[in-house]
């Protein structure tokens, strides 16, 4: 017999939101569910998504990928960011270079990633233009050219790209197609630093430790934990704990420790 009382688990997320319901949302109150709980966010997001709504594919894809309000699902991730990306939708573009790249739920393939990352470039996104920029700066499924990859990201950066920002710096610290120039360079580290780039902030920390700024250094160096990589954090270890300069190895100390976060404010994530 039919049990009328059927559990909202046995209904596909998709079908939780009736059409009626997604066709009459105000854009202020879709983008308050979308800030509320993330179960009823993917719900709404999924139906609009499965009712061919472009944005909506690109984001469900993320929240796919992330676990967002839903079990994670690389490959799920990576067929909606295929179907908005075939649509022309710049992050849904970039975000098929990232599977690609990565193999989150497709075999990995430098060479597609790239040309993903190129259409993202070309249509106007920051990220597109970073994420080719950089192929092209570490010959990454392309052929190198770093007079194209700066020029990707300096396009990047005039948009307020803060990893394109760092980039630059590099550039300009390591002689890369423009001359040496530490002073430049330092630049463009601050404005990543202050654009909230975790390596743009540990690479102006290590510009001011050498000009003997070591408060503002160890400040700077204060902010990275709370966005970097464990693998990034590593590194920004290893350098610390091979510093002449006594704050620097103390820092170190504190970086390693379990209760890193209340040494050094890191919020884990």
Partial sequence: ???PKHRDDDVPLHERVPLRALASVSADAFAAILAGPSERAAAWVAAAAHNGIVDAQAVYGQYLLDGHGVERDPQ???TWFRHAARRD????????????????GTAPSAEVAVYWYRLAARAGLDWGMYNYASALALGRGIEPDRTEALDWFRRAAALGHAKSLNFIGSFHEDGWVVEADASAACGYYRQAAEGG????QFNYARMLAARGEIDDALAWLARVPRTAT???????????????????RRFASALSRADVHTDIGRTTT
């Fill in 230 to 248: 464990p693998a990034f954090l590593a590194q920004v270890h290893a350098w610390l704990s091979n510093s002449p300069v006594d704050a620097l």
């Fill in 89 to 104: 939708h710049p992050m849904a573009m970039n975000m098929l270079g990232r599977c690609y790249e990565n193999g989150w």
């Fill in 76 to 78: 799920a991730a990576f």
């Fill in 197 to 200: 780039d975790f390596r743009g």
């Fill in 1 to 3: 017999m039919h049990d």
